[in-house]
């Protein structure tokens, strides 16, 4: 299976700043993937993260506010924007390997507390 | 209406009983269909996968009942580290899977 880290493991932050969460992969995988889980919910797909072009956004989603760049196949960052309370949530990546029959592993996440 | 609906639960049971519940999905173009399991503040790990003649894994039995749009997950002679929110999920396509809100399950000895 593909093993997932990412960093920060958690975070408080200031409304209006911006915080840039990583994702960094074992191994070269096929698809990149960011959701989003808000407090008491389930998981909600933010995009689709492109290697070597710009991402794929779902409907509510928007570049501007959720930047994401993909350099190569192990590896991305998402960026929440102008952070508001409401981006309060956890965050994580989600990768699919060819290697393992197509199976979708999850990043550890990322807590974000925004004040 | 959302894409993939749950039965919230909680479900709260002895040891070694038996509990069921299901979820329904609403785009009937869906491609493929899992059981995940998530447990208290950690990531979302693959159960199992679900296919239309029905599997079983131990004591996990999924179904999928394409025509009712309909996925259920039965965990026989439960355990308490069955003690878990089990999320139906439903790839449309792409890889990009939507997630019910989850059913809480609670084994108690």
């Known amino acids: 299976s593909a093993v997932i880290s990412q960093k920060p493991s958690r975070d408080i932050c200031q409304r209006g700043t911006s915080l840039t969460i990583q994702c960094q992969v074992d191994?070269?995988?096929?698809?990149m993937f960011w959701y989003r889980q808000q407090p008491g919910q389930s998981l909600t797909l933010i995009a689709t993260a492109n290697q070597g072009s710009e991402a794929t956004y779902e409907s509510g989603f928007v570049i501007d506010k959720f930047p994401i760049s993909r350099p190569n196949l192990t590896f991305s960052t998402l960026t929440v924007s102008n952070m508001s309370p409401e981006d309060s949530s956890i965050y994580l990546c989600?990768?699919?390997?060819?290697?393992?029959?197509?199976?979708?592993?999850f990043g550890p996440g990322t807590r974000l507390t925004v004040l | 209406r959302k894409e993939v609906e749950q039965d919230p639960g909680p479900f709260n049971v002895p040891e070694g009983a038996t509990v069921a519940f299901n979820c329904t999905y609403s785009n009937s173009a869906s491609q493929s269909f899992f059981w995940y399991r998530q447990d208290c503040r950690k990531e979302p790990k693959l159960l199992m996968s679900v296919y239309s003649s029905g599997n079983e894994d131990g004591r996990f039995t999924a179904q999928l009942n394409r025509a009712s749009q309909y996925i259920s997950l039965l965990i026989r002679d439960s355990k308490l580290s069955d003690s878990a929110t089990y999320l139906c999920?439903?790839?449309?396509?792409?890889?990009?899977?939507?997630f019910g809100a989850g059913t809480t399950v609670t084994v108690r000895a």
């Open positions: 999920v439903v790839n449309g396509g792409d890889y990009k899977l939507s």
């Open positions: 989600s990768v699919v390997s060819e290697l393992s029959y197509n199976e979708q592993f």
């Open positions: 191994s070269q995988v096929t698809m």
